[in-house]
C-alpha cells in the first residue's frame, strides 16, 4: 500500500447543495476509473476547528478512506458542510493543495428546503411544523459546532442560500476549479451530466451508469427511537466508548452506520410527506428570490426549470 501521510491527494469536493442528489453524484462519480470518492461519503475532516494539531493518525484515519492502493487521478469527498463553513476554505488554502476542483450540484431552494425539512423530519430530529422550522434561526450563519449529537443539521433556509455562499467560492478560488450542475438535469439525464462532470475534470467520458438512489427521504414507524440509535452509533458518548473495548476499529467503522440503516429498512412505511401548498411555495419563493437573483448574476446559469423563479 502506498502511504501518503499528507491529505493534499484529496483534490475534489463536492460540497453541497444538501439533499440535492450529492449521495448520487458521489457513488456515480466513483465508477469513473480514475476517480477514488471516499468510502465515508462525509467526513468533514477540513472543518475540524483543531485542523493545524491534527495528528499523523486522524490523517491517517481520514486517508483511511481512499483506496491508495491503486494510482488515481482524483481522490473525492462529498462534505456537504463544506459549502457553508469558511473553517473548509481556511484549512484547505493552508495546505496548499494543488488545484483542487469543486462540484456543486444545486436543487431548486423551495424543493430542497422541503426536502432538507422532511428527511430530519423522518430521522425524529424535527417537531416543529414547515414554516416555524424555516424560520428558526434562520438569520444564523451555519457553523460546525450546529452539528446535532444524531450528525445532521437543522438550518434548512441557510442552506438553500447557493448565491451567498458560492459568491465565497468564487472570491476564494478560481472559476476554472468550479462546476456547477443543477439537480433537475442531473434527475433527467444522469449520464449526460456525469459525463460533463468528467468534461471538467478532464477525464474520458463514459458510455453507460446504472441506476441509482442514494439518501431516499423515508417515513419510519418509530422516529424517535431511530434518533436515538443514530445518536448511539453515530455520534461520541459512553455507549461507544465502552464497544470500541470490544470490537476493532475497522469493524466499528464498517457497521456503525448499518446498524441504523438495517433498523430504518425494518421499520419503514410506504407513506410519503404530502406535497408543498402553492401558497407555501409563493412564500419560500419570497424568501429566496434575492439569493436566487445573485447566483444568476455570479454564475450565469440557465435556470429556466427553477419555474418559481421564471
Known sequence: MIKMKSPTIVNLYIPGAAKSGTSSLHDLLNLHPQICMSKNKEPH?????????????????????????????Y?????????????????????????????FILRNPIDR?????????????EDDNFENAVLKN??????????????????????????????????T????????????????????????????LILPRLDEI?????????????????KKLRTLTLSKNRFRDVVKHFFPKKFRRKYKKNISEVFLNLTKTK????KLSTEQREWLCQLFK???ALLKKITNLDLKKWKDFD
Not at 407513506?271 to 404530502?274: A, D, G, K, L, R
Open 210 to 226: 446504472p441506476e441509482i438512489k442514494s439518501n431516499v427521504t423515508v417515513k419510519t414507524k418509530f422516529p424517535k427511537i431511530y
Open 271 to 274: 407513506e410519503s410527506y404530502p
Open 45 to 73: 475532516f477540513w472543518t475540524n476547528k483543531r485542523f493545524s494539531e491534527n495528528s499523523q493518525v486522524e490523517i491517517s484515519s481520514y486517508l483511511e478512506n481512499f483506496n491508495l492502493e491503486k494510482k488515481h487521478t
Open 173 to 200: 478560488f478560481d472559476k476554472s476549479q468550479i462546476k456547477i450542475i443543477l439537480f433537475e438535469d442531473f434527475k433527467e439525464n444522469p449520464l449526460q451530466t456525469l459525463n460533463e462532470c468528467f468534461d471538467f
Open 113 to 125: 428546503a422541503y426536502s432538507h425539512y422532511t428527511y430530519v423530519k423522518s430521522l425524529g430530529s
Open 75 to 103: 481522490y473525492g469527498e462529498s462534505s456537504t458542510g463544506y459549502f457553508y463553513f469558511d473553517l473548509f476554505k481556511e484549512n484547505l488554502l493552508s495546505q496548499k493543495t494543488l488545484n483542487p476542483k469543486f462540484i
Open 138 to 171: 434562520h438569520q444564523k450563519d451555519p457553523k460546525p459546532e450546529d452539528l446535532l449529537p444524531e450528525l445532521i443539521v437543522k438550518n434548512y433556509y441557510q442552506y438553500s442560500l447557493y448565491g451567498k455562499w458560492l459568491e465565497k467560492f468564487y472570491y
Open 290 to 292: 434575492e439569493d436566487v
